[in-house]
């Protein structure tokens, strides 16, 4: 059975680099069938996509964070990572990872989320 | 980029309610949107791929239409179950984009 689950800190201080960690059981992160990506969620505002990892390396970005973000796969961890820089208190939010099936380039199975707090 | 309109921001309705949300891009998207289904406190449900394609599990209550820049999304007999936020979302060219979502709530 595929479980995401993403971990973290909880509370940054504004310029900091965010960096979590998304662990993946139930099926390997390389395999052709999975892509995998980062969503977050401000407290009570909507979803926003962050970004989706895709075969061959080849990582895709929101437009307006695409400066600040890099996502990454270490496979022999079974793990999907985030790093965001700079951070300022937009940033906090729910952070969730999710896998992107395939065929129908749609969120299929999320983690729980975990919560980044920005604040000095 | 492609933005993705979700109307109304808020619906209310009663148990039993037939309604209707309805999510647009601002270019043809052809089928690649779905939608999902947030409560409180818990990450988003999957309900509807490629526009109008039931997930496993969802009820038939649930269904999707749509294509280019319209869609919605329509709940049959609307069940207490069924109050949360639903959101769209887009997939063009490897990017992805939410609508800002649609509250149904509890008339």
């Known amino acids: 059975q595929l479980q995401l689950e993403e971990s973290g800190p909880g509370l940054l201080k504004p310029s900091e680099t965010l960096s979590l960690t998304c662990t993946v059981s139930?099926?390997?992160?390389?395999?052709?069938?999975?892509?995998w990506g980062w969503i977050r969620q401000p407290p009570g505002k909507g979803l926003e996509w962050i970004g989706t990892t895709y075969k061959s390396g080849s990582n895709y970005y929101s437009p307006s964070l695409k400066s600040r973000v890099t996502i990454s796969e270490d496979s022999s961890k079974n793990q999907l990572s985030l790093k965001v820089r700079s951070v300022t208190a937009a940033d906090t939010a729910v952070y969730y990872c999710?896998?992107?099936?395939?065929?129908?380039?749609?969120?299929?199975?999320w983690g729980q989320g975990t919560m980044v707090t920005v604040s000095s | 980029d492609i933005q993705m309109t979700q109307s109304p921001s808020t619906l209310s309705a009663s148990i039993g309610d037939r309604v209707t949300l309805t999510c647009r891009a601002s270019q043809s998207i052809d089928y690649w949107l779905a939608w999902y289904q947030q409560k409180p406190g818990k990450a988003p449900k999957l309900l509807i791929s490629k526009a109008s394609t039931l997930e496993s599990g969802v009820p038939p209550r649930f269904s999707g239409s749509g294509s280019g820049t319209e869609f919605t999304l329509t709940i049959n007999r609307l069940q207490p179950d069924d109050f949360a936020t639903y959101y769209c979302q887009q997939w063009n060219a490897y990017i992805q984009t939410f609508g800002q979502g649609t509250k149904v709530e509890i008339k």
């Open positions: 999710a896998r992107l099936v395939t065929a129908t380039l749609v969120f299929d199975i």
């Open positions: 139930g099926v390997s992160i390389s395999s052709n069938t999975n892509y």
